[in-house]
């Protein structure tokens, strides 16, 4: 069965940094494009950054330039989020989720990734 568990949410503060990982069970890690997202209370879920398997090309979105950073270690079949400069609007459910090979066109489609997983919480508050 094919499995996505994420971990490394925590209460931070404002400025801090965490990492999460996605780490695979069931199947290959290094097949898959793995992206990240994120809901946060009232919002809709949105595309944070995504990974492919086949020429390592990444996507950002605007708001995680520059403050985070995707990597992958197919070793592991586990795939990081390092999320830096950490303020209160990123507080949210953060979720990774994987399509075949390459990141889905457009990357943020959500329809178009096959497995989710459950989510790990990161509070950002002082």
């Known amino acids: 069965q094919v499995q996505l568990v994420e971990s490394g949410g925590d209460l931070v503060q404002p400025g801090g940094s965490l990492r999460l990982s996605c780490a695979a069970s069931?199947?290959?890690?290094?097949?898959?494009?793995i992206g990240w997202f994120r809901q946060a209370p009232g919002k809709k879920r949105e595309g944070i950054s995504c990974i492919s398997s086949s020429d390592g090309s990444l996507y950002y979105a605007d708001f995680a330039k520059g403050r985070f950073t995707i990597s992958r270690d197919n070793a592991r079949d586990t795939v990081y989020l390092q999320m830096n400069s950490l303020n209160l609007e990123d507080t949210a459910v953060y979720y990774c989720?994987?399509?075949?090979?390459?990141?889905?066109?457009?990357?943020?489609?959500?329809?178009?990734?096959?497995?989710w997983g459950q989510g790990t919480q990161v509070t950002v508050s002082s």
């Open positions: 069931g199947f290959t890690l290094e097949n898959y494009a």
């Open positions: 989720a994987a399509a075949p090979w390459r990141c889905p066109a457009p990357w943020r489609h959500e329809r178009l990734y096959d497995s």
